[in-house]
């Protein structure tokens, strides 16, 4: 390798430009690697807001219900909020909301063939070291003549409620309680950190 104590005032220059080109591009869009139209960006900002509604509302309503009757008693009550509020953020934020994972316990949230694709990218980034809490990608996805916006975002393991659940250690009738209501449940095992899935945001392009 060559090595030069004073590098040239061109190479100085190269790596000054280099180096704004990268914080502008960081800057206008973290986590992207295209710039979307500007259209794209106000469908991020909706579905990204549509996550962030989601994943609160859903976490506060599994909360309570551990508080009143311990996890046992929220699964059912999980089985019943989890759909009806992704159905009432999909109303409120004109968009189509829902999550799934690489690993479900209800087989109605398993992935479509772009979910699947951006949930093992996600794997692999993670894996390089990404951030969960800002992992998320979107995409303009044409089949057969139509267009739909597409976007996914991350949804971490934490470790409170989280692995009450989808851990490795449940209780005796937490684990009952899982396989009477979903006997192919595949959601258990999981760490704090690891990807537990993502919420996934479909909205038809006109
Ligand atoms: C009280 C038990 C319980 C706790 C605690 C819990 N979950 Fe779940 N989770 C469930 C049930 C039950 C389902 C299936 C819901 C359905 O039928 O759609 C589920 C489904 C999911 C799904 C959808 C994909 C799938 O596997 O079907 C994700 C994502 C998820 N949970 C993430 C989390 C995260 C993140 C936390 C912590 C903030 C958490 N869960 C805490 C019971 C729980």
């Known amino acids: 390798m060559l090595v030069r104590n004073q590098p040239s005032k ?7 430009a280099g180096s704004v080109l990268a914080a502008l591009v ?5 986590g992207f ?22 994943g609160e509302t ?4 599994l909360v309570a219900a551990i508080k009143s009757g311990g996890p046992a008693s929220a699964i059912p009550v999980c089985k019943t909020i989890a759909p009806a509020i992704g159905n009432e953020t999909s109303t409120k934020h ?3 909301i829902r999550r799934t994972s690489l690993k479900v316990r209800n087989p109605a949230n398993a992935p479509d063939a772009f979910e699947l694709r951006v949930l093992e990218d996600f794997v692999k980034k993670l894996e390089a070291g990404a951030d ?20 996914m ?3 971490p393991t934490a470790a409170e409620p989280c692995l009450a659940c989808h851990g490795s250690d449940l209780k005796p009738e937490v684990k009952a309680g899982i396989s009477k209501l ?9 760490k704090a950190g690891d990807l537990r899935g993502a919420f996934s945001v479909t909205q038809k392009i006109k």
Do not use: W
Request: net charge positive; glycine share 6%; no cysteine.
């Open 10 to 16: 061109r190479a100085q220059r190269l790596a000054v």
């Open 26 to 30: 960081a800057g206008i869009q973290p």
């Open 33 to 54: 690697s295209e710039t979307p139209a500007p259209d794209t960006s106000a469908r991020i900002a909706a579905a990204r807001a549509a996550s962030k509604d989601l």
């Open 58 to 61: 859903l976490k506060g309503q």
């Open 94 to 96: 004109n968009l189509s």
């Open 132 to 151: 969960p809490m800002t992992l998320e990608h979107s995409e303009v996805v044409s089949t057969n003549g139509v267009s739909e916006f597409r976007y």
């Open 153 to 155: 975002k991350a949804i």
């Open 182 to 190: 979903y006997p192919d449940d595949k959601a258990t095992g999981f």
